[in-house]
C-alpha cells in the first residue's frame, strides 16, 4: 500500500470546518483513499473512502486532487466531540491480499 | 443493532503466560481482522479471519495466533508472553471478506498488561 503522510496535529475552533491534509504521493490508479478517527480509548471509526469523485457523506467530506496525490478530509462543522486521531490511508482493493496500514494520524483538537 | 464485542476489557498478566482474547462481530458480518495498538507503532495489522479460514497474517510471531468459529466469533491467542505483548488489541468486524470493503468496524479493544 501507498505511503501517506498526514501533519501530526492541527487545531480547529468548534463551529468552524476542519480540513484535514494528506499526501499520497506514490498511490496506484486501484488504490483508495480510506479516512478513520479514533477518540480516546475507543477503537477507530470509519470515516468516508473515495477513488476518484469527491464523497460527501453525513460525516464528513472527501476532496482527492485530481492527479490523487494528495486529499482533504472536511469536517464541516468541528464540535467538541470531533477531537481525536484522524488517519489517512491507501489501500489496494483485493480480495487476496490486505492490510489496513494505519500511520501515526493527525491528533485534531477542537476547541471551545 | 449491537457493535463488535470484545473481551475481557483488561487483564493482566506476567511473562511467561499465555492469554485468550474474545471477538463478536456485529450480527450478519463474517469477516473479523485483529490489530495491535501500541504507543509505539501504533495500529499494526496482526490477522484476518473470513469463513473460518485464515485470509491474511501481518509480521508477528508465531506467538500471536487466532481463529473463528462457524458463527463467526473469533478468538486470538497469544502464548509465552512478553513484556512488549502489553498493549491495546482491537478487533474490527466486515460484511464481506476485508479485502473488498476497507469499511471495518472496530470493538472497544482488549488492554492487555504484562508485567
Known amino acids: 500500500d501507498a505511503k501517506t503522510t498526514q501533519p501530526p496535529s492541527m487545531d480547529c475552533a468548534e463551529g468552524r470546518a476542519a480540513n484535514l491534509p494528506c499526501n499520497h504521493s506514490?498511490?496506484?490508479?486501484?488504490?483508495?483513499v480510506y479516512w478513520y478517527r479514533q477518540i480516546h480509548s475507543q477503537g477507530p471509526q470509519y470515516i468516508i473512502h473515495g477513488l476518484k469523485n469527491n464523497e460527501t457523506n453525513e460525516m464528513a467530506s472527501l476532496i482527492i486532487t485530481e492527479d490523487r496525490k494528495s486529499s482533504t478530509l472536511i469536517l464541516p462543522h468541528a464540535t467538541l466531540r470531533d477531537t481525536a486521531v484522524y488517519y489517512c490511508i491507501v489501500r489496494v482493493m483485493s480480495s487476496n491480499d490486505y492490510k489496513l496500514s494505519f500511520g501515526a494520524g493527525t491528533t485534531v483538537t477542537v476547541r471551545a | 443493532k449491537a457493535g463488535v464485542t470484545q473481551t475481557p476489557r483488561y487483564l493482566i498478566k506476567t511473562r511467561g503466560q499465555q492469554v485468550t482474547l474474545s471477538c463478536s462481530p456485529i450480527s450478519g458480518h463474517r469477516s473479523v481482522s485483529w490489530y495491535q495498538q501500541t504507543p509505539g507503532q501504533g495500529l499494526q495489522f496482526l490477522f484476518e479471519y473470513f469463513s473460518e479460514t485464515q485470509r491474511n497474517k501481518g509480521n508477528f510471531p508465531g506467538r500471536f495466533s487466532g481463529r473463528q468459529f462457524s458463527n463467526s466469533r473469533s478468538e486470538m491467542n497469544v502464548s509465552t508472553l512478553e513484556l512488549g505483548d502489553s498493549a491495546l488489541y482491537l478487533c474490527?468486524?466486515?460484511?464481506?471478506?476485508?479485502?473488498?470493503?476497507?469499511?471495518?468496524?472496530f470493538g472497544e479493544g482488549s488492554r492487555l498488561t504484562v508485567l
Open positions: 506514490t498511490i496506484s490508479g486501484n488504490e483508495y
Open positions: 474490527a468486524s466486515s460484511l464481506g471478506s476485508s479485502g473488498l470493503t476497507g469499511e471495518l468496524f
